[in-house]
């Protein structure tokens, strides 16, 4: 994992690719179409995703093997960012920072909540820290980088209705779904029902683990905790990505230098779900939908 102050140098240029990609591609479109939302119907999603790397070229590559994203590339506050795109849609972004230590990089999610200040306040306050302190983002969102109270990176947002929303169905090679792995499942739980107001509802798994929907006005997310023998893992936001094949994936990013950190099972969600590591050592969830 990153040293904090590596993030913090990181998420200057991520916020500066955020503030990239609002200007393109979907926008026009999602305007024309009057598929835009209030600031207040966009808590709790996750709106954007960045993965932030010591070597941006050989992630490119991966994925744009793996799932077919093309990348453009843009330089902001130094650093060189590159904007994902599947079937022409932005999804997301690459901020590479030779600083980092080979093998950690991270995806970093936005969450949007509905006040920026008062979210970081009840970051700090639970024993998290702050990695880059709220700033504007053209006239699109304000952004701020923090870890929450158990490490995990995220970044927060207050987005306008000026940003386009997504289609509420799931596209394929496209973010759907993100999950919370936490150290102490019911801290967090807490912790995120107050900093968004989600609501939860829980069900236990047929391995035994209990797990939790947070949801407003439809599910945003998912949250379970680590088990106690999975030492190696530490608390983060996990990114999903829909998919046909998980289980043929899984085996192509192992060919193109990734590893497979969970492969399908029967017993997890019939075997539509794999979970991935690419060349750099960022986790994200493969998911084939519907289950």
């Given at each position: 994992?990153?040293?904090?102050?590596?993030?913090?140098?990181?998420?200057?240029?991520?916020?500066?690719?955020?503030?990239?990609?609002?200007?393109?591609?979907?926008?026009?479109?999602?305007?024309?179409?009057?598929?835009?939302?209030?600031?207040?119907?966009?808590?709790?999603?996750?709106?954007?995703?960045?993965?932030?790397?010591?070597?941006?070229?050989?992630?490119?590559?991966?994925?744009?093997?793996?799932?077919?994203?093309?990348?453009?590339?843009?330089?902001?506050?130094?650093?060189?960012?590159?904007?994902?795109?599947?079937?022409?849609?932005?999804?997301?972004?690459i901020v590479?920072?030779?600083?980092?230590?080979?093998?950690?990089?991270?995806?970093?999610?936005?969450?949007?909540?509905?006040?920026?200040?008062?979210?970081?306040?009840?970051?700090?306050?639970?024993?998290?820290?702050?990695?880059?302190?709220?700033?504007?983002?053209?006239?699109?969102?304000?952004?701020?980088?923090?870890?929450?109270?158990?490490?995990?990176?995220?970044?927060?947002?207050?987005?306008?209705?000026?940003?386009?929303?997504?289609?509420?169905?799931?596209?394929?090679?496209?973010?759907?779904?993100?999950?919370?792995?936490?150290?102490?499942?019911?801290?967090?739980?807490?912790?995120?029902?107050?900093?968004?107001?989600f609501e939860?509802?829980?069900?236990?798994?047929?391995?035994?683990?209990?797990?939790?929907?947070?949801?407003?006005?439809?599910?945003?997310?998912?949250?379970?905790?680590?088990?106690?023998?999975?030492?190696?893992?530490?608390?983060?936001?996990?990114?999903?990505?829909?998919?046909?094949?998980?289980?043929?994936?899984?085996?192509?990013a192992e060919?193109?230098?990734?590893?497979?950190?969970?492969?399908?099972?029967?017993?997890?969600?019939?075997?539509?779900?794999?979970?991935?590591?690419?060349?750099?050592?960022?986790?994200?969830?493969?998911?084939?939908?519907?289950?």
């Amino acid at each position: 994992m990153p040293t904090n102050k590596r993030l913090r140098a990181a998420f200057i240029a991520v916020s500066a690719g955020f503030l990239a990609v609002t200007t393109c591609t979907r926008g026009t479109a999602a305007t024309a179409t009057g598929d835009v939302s209030s600031p207040s119907a966009r808590v709790g999603q996750f709106v954007w995703h960045d993965l932030v790397t010591r070597d941006a070229a050989t992630s490119r590559m991966f994925y744009s093997a793996l799932l077919g994203w093309e990348f453009t590339a843009s330089t902001r506050d130094g650093h060189t960012y590159y904007v994902a795109r599947s079937d022409g849609d932005a999804i997301g972004g690459i901020v590479e920072l030779e600083s980092i230590a080979p093998g950690s990089a991270v995806w970093v999610s936005y969450l949007a909540v509905p006040d920026l200040e008062r979210a970081v306040a009840q970051v700090t306050s639970a024993g998290g820290k702050v990695l880059l302190e709220p700033r504007p983002v053209k006239d699109y969102a304000r952004v701020a980088v923090v870890t929450d109270p158990q490490g995990a990176p995220l970044a927060l947002a207050v987005v306008t209705d000026k940003l386009p929303t997504g289609s509420e169905q799931p596209e394929a090679n496209h973010f759907f779904w993100t999950e919370y792995l936490a150290k102490d499942g019911p801290a967090a739980l807490t912790f995120y029902k107050s900093l968004t107001g989600f609501e939860s509802t829980s069900s236990t798994t047929p391995n035994g683990i209990e797990y939790h929907v947070l949801k407003n006005d439809r599910p945003r997310a998912g949250l379970l905790q680590i088990p106690a023998q999975a030492t190696m893992i530490k608390p983060h936001w996990l990114p999903y990505v829909r998919v046909a094949d998980p289980a043929a994936l899984a085996t192509r990013a192992e060919a193109l230098g990734g590893k497979i950190l969970m492969a399908p099972r029967p017993d997890l969600r019939n075997g539509t779900l794999t979970v991935i590591a690419d060349p750099t050592g960022a986790a994200i969830a493969l998911q084939k939908w519907p289950l």
